[in-house]
């Protein structure tokens, strides 16, 4: 009887073992991304929209204005909103509400950015307006983005598109005909079965 006790002790704490170094090993979360959008600074999934001011940027949702409306816990916008300011644009930020409370939309929590680089032809983003975890990827080639993001590991890689996966965190690069990056998404992944 008590052998029995004693094994099957023994398979829980194996379990248990095993659980936590697959927790800790090959199943990272990654190292969420710090973005500058025009000197504000966003940390995905734990940064709220808010932290853009609608006194100082304008914020709408294409086709519905301004996004005043209360959003549901446990839900996410499909739909993004466009950030904008100082006559120009910087990104199109993408919320969800992880909690169980209603929050504001403006105040949701931001899992993912995205934005064009600065383009002659249209009024898109100015080169220093937006940096990825310190850099800014503004002219730069394939190989130039390939270097500075040679810690994470590349999920795909063609002649107009990068993209890299670093735990729930993923990045992605298209290039424009000529090579040089046009446009930069980065993107936490979120639970959207809710």
């Known amino acids: 009887m008590k052998r029995m006790k004693r094994m099957k002790r023994g398979i829980a704490v194996l379990i248990l073992a095993v659980t936590l170094a697959?927790?800790?090993?090959?199943?990272?979360?990654?190292?969420?991304?710090?973005?500058?959008?025009?000197?504000?600074?966003?940390?995905?999934?734990?940064?709220?929209?808010?932290?853009?001011?609608?006194?100082?940027?304008?914020?709408?949702?294409?086709?519905?204005?301004?996004?005043?409306?209360?959003?549901?816990?446990?839900?996410?916008?499909?739909?993004?909103?466009?950030?904008?300011?100082?006559?120009?644009?910087?990104a199109y930020l993408y919320v969800y509400n992880p909690g169980r409370d209603s929050v504001w939309v403006t105040s949701a929590t931001i899992y993912k950015l995205s934005f064009h680089m600065y383009s002659e032809e249209e009024s898109y983003w100015a080169q220093d307006n937006v940096l990825i975890n310190g850099i800014d990827f503004y002219g730069m080639d394939a190989e130039a983005v390939k270097e500075k993001m040679s810690e994470y590991k590349i999920a795909s890689d063609d002649s107009t598109c990068l993209s890299y996966k670093d735990g729930k965190y993923s990045y992605r690069f298209t290039f424009d005909e000529s090579g040089i990056v046009e446009e930069i998404e980065v993107e936490m992944s979120i639970d959207k079965s809710y």
């Open 22 to 90: 697959l927790a800790t090993t090959g199943c990272s979360s990654g190292t969420a991304p710090v973005l500058t959008v025009a000197g504000k600074e966003v940390t995905l999934g734990e940064t709220g929209a808010s932290v853009f001011p609608l006194t100082e940027f304008d914020m709408e949702i294409p086709g519905g204005g301004v996004p005043v409306e209360e959003m549901p816990g446990k839900s996410w916008m499909s739909t993004f909103m466009s950030l904008r300011g100082d006559g120009g644009s910087y």
